[in-house]
């Protein structure tokens, strides 16, 4: 699997990506937002936005014909603030690696997980699927995600409520039929551990817009 750690802002922020070694020319892309304590700036400790979820399993076999891709978030900022400039992070990485603009899936973990709710709820046509574990949305609004959702958290996480996700879910049952959720009880904030699994990879690589 070929590596590229980009410590620059080419595209808006730094970022690593695992590409693996037999991609089609038009692959995938999924764009995997780290939690808070990973942020930072330029070249200082890049490989933080490995510490957890995707990078941890990630390999030629389960990628397939799909990149990953890791930016990271600034010192000081959230994901929540950037849908924007997330947005356009993607536009630009995918417009230089030819990605199928029907195969583009979002997810995070922690603050990731707030960044994933809140840029699918701006660019809700942006997405073939999103996978948010352990944040929060505008359960208000929730109506505009018609993509493909898996939802994550733990029934014990102490950071960040899981009423958050739980009143996101409340919000989509009756609108989006292709919404699915796991709730982990006895499980607290790094309930990303049991969510970014084998199975959860192979679903998102399933969906298609």
Not at 5 to 28: C, D, M, Q, V
Not at 46 to 75: S, W, Y
Request: glycine share 8%.
């Amino acid at each position: 699997m070929k590596v590229i750690k980009e410590a620059t802002t080419k595209y808006g922020f730094p970022f690593i990506a695992y590409i693996p070694e037999n991609l089609s020319a038009n692959p995938a892309l999924i764009v995997h937002l780290h939690g808070a304590g990973e942020r930072g700036d330029g070249e200082n400790n890049l490989d933080v936005v490995l510490v957890n979820g995707f990078p941890q399993i990630a390999n030629d076999d389960n990628l397939k014909d799909c990149i990953l891709l890791m930016p990271r978030c600034p010192e000081n900022s959230f994901w929540a603030v950037k849908a924007e400039s997330i947005v356009a992070f993607i536009d630009a990485f995918a417009k230089d690696f030819s990605v199928d603009e029907n195969r583009i899936y979002l997810c995070g973990l922690s603050m990731g997980g707030f960044g994933t709710w809140y840029t699918a709820m701006a660019f809700p046509q942006k997405f073939a699927a999103i996978a948010p574990c352990c944040g929060g949305g505008m359960a208000w609004n929730a109506g505009v995600l018609k993509m493909p959702i898996w939802a994550f958290h733990g029934l014990d996480d102490n950071v960040v409520s899981a009423t958050q996700t739980i009143e996101m879910v409340n919000a989509l049952k009756d609108v989006n039929p292709e919404l699915k959720y796991t709730l982990y009880e006895g499980v607290g904030h790094d309930s990303w551990k049991l969510a970014f699994s084998e199975e959860l990879l192979e679903w998102m690589l399933e969906q298609h817009k």
